[in-house]
């Protein structure tokens, strides 16, 4: 079974600062990762998603993400971060054709 | 884009009764929806996957007679939670993958707030 670790519980950054979200997957076949965002008390939001071909990923709200099968991991970043991007993010993989694994989570919190 | 609602957002109910949660592909058809769970600070436990008429695939530990899952229609989904106890209280969200979808994208609900009192 596929599995993925997200290496940070909560990571506290200033505003306008860089981040960078760590995640590692476990996989021995070709994988389809994705990154998602939730709010407080809301659903899950897709920020991007890794299926082929390219593997600097870019998504929205100013995210991208770097697929590296040599090292299994899909990173998240963003190179300046707002008020707005407090939340929780997670990175999923795709396991067979339909079942999302998800790693533990990453509380983004972005301070003045 | 693709919306998914689910209804209640949330509900309290006492121990012992049952509770029904709805979820709608609003403007698209799904041929299979998602169930998933998530306990404060923790992440999303899929508990269970339908498909359109066919009866649901629980994940293991899941136990199905508790969570009645129905796939009525390509837009709705529902999960029963039989004679809830105060330890099923917590976040319920189901998702929906698109009937042509080939990205394997699912689209989430915005979740069910459950308390069981």
């Known amino acids: 079974a596929q599995s993925v670790t997200q290496l940070d519980s909560q990571v506290p950054v200033f505003e306008e600062a860089p981040v960078e979200l760590r995640c590692n997957y476990s996989s021995s076949v070709s994988v389809y990762l994705f990154w998602y965002v939730q709010y407080p008390n809301q659903g899950l939001q897709l920020l991007l998603k890794?299926?082929?071909?390219?593997?600097l990923v870019k998504g929205i709200n100013g995210f991208e993400a770097e697929f590296n099968k040599s090292q299994t991991s899909f990173h998240l970043r963003k190179p300046s971060v707002h008020i707005s991007d407090t939340a929780e993010y997670f990175c999923a993989v795709l396991q067979g054709a339909q079942k999302l694994v998800f790693g533990q989570g990453t509380r983004l919190t972005i301070n003045p | 884009g693709a919306v998914v609602s689910q209804h209640p957002s949330w509900v309290i109910c006492k121990s012992g009764t049952s509770v029904k949660i709805e979820c709608r592909s609003l403007?698209?058809?799904?041929?299979?929806m998602f169930w998933y769970r998530q306990f404060p600070k923790q992440s999303l436990m899929l508990m269970a996957t339908?498909?359109?008429?066919?009866?649901?695939?629980?994940e293991q530990g899941v136990e199905k007679d508790k969570f009645l899952i129905n796939h009525a229609s390509l837009t709705l989904s529902t999960l029963t939670v039989t004679s809830a106890h105060p330890e099923d209280s917590s976040f319920y969200i189901c998702?929906?993958?698109?009937?042509?979808?080939?990205?394997?994208?699912?689209?989430f609900g915005p979740g069910t707030r459950l308390t069981v009192t």
């Open positions: 890794y299926l082929s071909g390219s593997t």
């Open positions: 998702s929906a993958r698109e009937l042509t979808g080939s990205s394997y994208e699912q689209y």
């Open positions: 339908s498909n359109e008429g066919s009866k649901a695939t629980y």
């Open positions: 403007d698209f058809q799904a041929t299979t």
